[in-house]
């Protein structure tokens, strides 16, 4: 998800104003079944001609008795479809072999969040969609308990923001002191960065996440899966040793010796030397390793379960997400890479909304865009003014963010539903 700020206080008062907004904004109810185990085009054609989704964080995910509300509530309000996270921080809100399970399941061995979703959810005849956060791997504020954690068995893969190129050459990647130094400075910027980011310009990182989401698949009878955070935190990384390093001796035979001989004398004083010197081809680069990522989670996933759908959330601006985030989305539909894309417009203001979702529609063709409407930035009226809109612009669907903040007091289980009837009618589910 892009960051977020704190919910909208609902009032019981606005649900008068609902039931006068959303007469004619009925999604037609159809069936949110996967497509078949095929190619791209079939999947996409296949796909559900009206998704109605939640985005649902894992703090619903952490107990049993929330699942069952999260499911009741959904069911009674006309959603269809649940897009539960299950990997928050590279960690595994399911039993898998790969990742640590997630430390607030510590104390319930014997609950598997995804297998209970996946059992009530389908009972209720939703779909269920596993949201994987792909990059980001860390909190900053409190780093992983468990040892095997990506980050201590591969701290070369962290992304390193530009402004601390230098030093962080000079510190051994295996010390505590190298991951230690990057989460104090993530700290003091988390107005601009989330938390500690693993670099897609690795292939052992993109194996890795590969394998990640290959064998969630693989073990359990999802949907879908939604690809999160499969970005950069902005231009200004990956300025790793490591990254550079692989850039570096990824351009060398490409470079004329005049170019060879200004980057080996400008290196010793400038670590950045390369990326500096060659800046189209190093965002060329990240771009295409970023890719390639999506590239293997792609064949990771049909080649376990070929029906499954694979959606992402992604920065809706496209110029913006290629040039400050190398997520380049429009190359990824165009490889045939997403069977739906979900264009992250939380914007408040309704011709913003329309303009980002519209360009989404128009550049996908015939893969399904589910709008992605920040529901937890605004009121009842705008959240059912903006999904009015996104039918209109003829997607396939929408997608809310999140449930969580949907319930969050003063409103509960029933607001949302309230919602789901008011958006999509009565009788949708």
């Known amino acids: 998800m892009l960051r977020t700020i704190p919910p909208v206080v609902v009032r019981a008062a606005y649900w008068l104003v609902l039931a006068s907004l959303c007469v004619t904004m009925t999604f037609r109810a159809t069936a949110a079944a996967p497509p078949s185990p095929v190619a791209l085009s079939t999947a996409a054609q296949r796909a559900p001609v009206a998704t109605r989704a939640l985005w649902v964080t894992r703090t619903t995910m952490a107990s049993p008795e929330s699942i069952r509300q999260l499911v009741s509530a959904a069911a009674a309000g006309g959603f269809n479809t649940l897009v539960v996270q299950v990997r928050g921080r590279g960690d595994s809100y399911y039993n898998g072999t790969v990742e640590p399970r997630a430390s607030e399941l510590a104390a319930k061995p014997a609950f598997d969040p995804l297998a209970t979703v996946l059992q009530d959810a389908h009972a209720a005849g939703l779909t269920v ?13 409190s780093l992983p308990a468990a040892r095997h954690h990506v980050i201590y068995r591969a ?22 002191a190298y991951i230690g130094r990057l989460a104090r400075w993530t700290r003091a910027h988390s107005d601009e960065v989330e938390g500690l980011y693993s670099s897609p310009v690795h292939p052992g990182a993109q194996a890795h996440a590969a394998a990640v989401i290959g064998e969630l698949v693989q073990n359990y009878a999802v949907d879908g899966v939604h690809l999160d955070y499969v970005r950069f935190p902005n231009e ?47 965002n060329e680069f990240r771009r295409s390793g970023l890719t390639e ?19 992402a959330a992604v920065v809706p601006d496209a110029r913006q997400a290629t040039e400050s985030r190398l997520q380049d989305w429009r190359d990824w539909l165009d490889q045939s890479l997403l ?11 309704p011709s913003v909304f329309s303009q980002q979702i519209a360009a989404a529609r128009n550049y996908a063709g015939n893969v399904p865009v589910w709008a992605g409407i920040g529901a937890y930035r605004l009121t009842p009226p705008q959240t059912l003014q903006h999904m009015a809109a996104a039918r209109t612009l003829g997607v396939s ?16 289980a029933g607001s949302l539903s309230e919602l789901g009837r008011a958006a999509f009618g009565a009788s949708s589910h």
């Open 129 to 141: 969609h596993a949201w994987v956060a792909v990059n980001l791997v860390s909190s900053s504020v």
């Open 155 to 176: 701290p070369e893969w962290l992304m390193v923001p530009l402004e601390l190129a230098a030093e962080m050459k000079k510190v051994d990647v295996r010390s505590p």
């Open 236 to 282: 200004q990384f990956d300025y790793s040793p490591a990254a550079i390093e692989l850039f570096k001796t990824t351009i060398l035979p490409d470079l004329t010796n005049q170019e060879r001989r200004a980057a080996a004398a400008r290196e010793p004083l400038d670590p950045a030397a390369y990326p500096n010197l060659f800046p189209e081809r190093w």
């Open 293 to 311: 990522l999506v590239v293997k989670v792609r064949a990771a996933v049909k080649a376990a379960r070929p029906g499954t759908i694979i959606s």
């Open 339 to 349: 069977d739906a894309l979900c264009p992250m417009a939380y914007t408040t203001d």
């Open 397 to 412: 669907g929408v997608i809310l963010f999140s449930y969580d903040a949907l319930i969050a007091a003063p409103n509960n």
